[in-house]
């Protein structure tokens, strides 16, 4: 099966490699680097350094999505994200706009993005509507309840079932208001709203996503709880757990990797890559 995706300006082969997509977080509270890059110079400086470091596109965020995070007033994202998107438009590499909000989709789109990445899956009323007349790419995601609640004692009675199930429902929505597939991902959703069982049960069962629905993988595992819980570490020490956790991904079928750490992703996929 062909994988390929359309992202704006960008075409991406996924036949050939995983593609490290690095997170920019202009937010003062996410879980992993909250308030590291929150002004605009070094945003861009960040930026600038992971495309050194190889990455192949940059994900910016305006508000934070960790459990229980309080929701970002809509001119409070556009004023994070909206300078970084112009000040970084130039550099030659996809930019994903990391947003649930259809308002913020359509400024990001006019901005120049190249692919809208919706935790919420494109379920806000209007939120099709502001990117079916682009051609930007659309990341589309698995996620129980909200970020207040989602971790409140999740249950699934099988997770990969219905994830794929919801994931489906969401493509084919989509795909019928004549969005072309080629535009589109899936994102599992590790972490929102899933238990270590949950996320490790969906990480092996990346493959079965991919075939059942015919789209390519985005797997976010960077730095989250389920390392913590397998390797007993704080968030600044899980580089080695997030290495390890987007290798098993890339293994089992993801070709989209959501990862803080760039330079150590991009050597440790060569190294696969060349290998595997």
């Not at 099966?1 to 996924?14: A, D, E, H, I, T």
């Not at 789109?109 to 939120?127: C, E, Q, S, T, Y």
């Not at 075939?211 to 709880?225: F, Q, T, W, Y």
């Not at 990862?259 to 595997?276: G, R, S």
Request: one cysteine or more.
């Amino acid at each position: 099966m062909r994988q390929y995706l359309q992202c704006g300006r960008f075409g991406f082969n996924l036949d050939k490699k995983a593609v490290v997509m690095g997170i920019l977080n202009v937010t003062p509270d996410s879980f992993s680097d909250g308030g590291r890059h929150a002004s605009l110079e070094f945003a861009v400086t960040h930026a600038e350094q992971m495309i050194e470091q190889g990455v192949d596109m940059i994900d910016i965020g305006g508000e934070s999505s960790r459990p229980g995070a309080p929701v970002v007033p809509l001119e409070e994202e556009l004023r994070r994200v909206m300078p970084v998107i112009y000040a970084l438009r130039e550099l030659d590499k996809p930019l994903s706009i990391d947003t649930y909000k259809p308002e913020v989709m359509r400024e990001a789109v006019l901005a120049g993005a190249d692919m809208i990445n919706d935790i919420n899956g494109f379920r806000a009323p209007g939120a099709i509507e502001a990117v079916r007349d682009s051609d930007c790419g659309l990341c589309l995601m698995h996620m129980l309840r909200d970020p207040a609640t989602m971790q409140q004692d999740p249950h699934y009675d099988d997770v990969v079932g219905e994830v794929i199930a919801f994931l489906r429902s969401r493509v084919d929505e989509m795909t019928a208001a004549g969005i072309d597939r080629e535009r589109i991902c899936i994102d599992p959703g590790f972490g929102f709203g899933k238990t270590l069982e949950h996320n490790v049960a969906l990480v092996r069962a990346i493959g079965r996503m991919r075939d059942e629905l015919g789209l390519p993988v985005l797997a976010g595992l960077s730095r989250k709880s389920m390392i913590g819980a397998l390797t007993g570490k704080p968030v600044e020490q899980r580089v080695a757990g997030s290495l390890a956790g987007a290798l098993a991904a890339v293994a089992h079928g993801a070709r989209i990797v959501r990862v803080h750490d760039v330079a150590e992703t991009v050597d440790a996929l060569k190294v696969w890559h060349a290998c595997a």
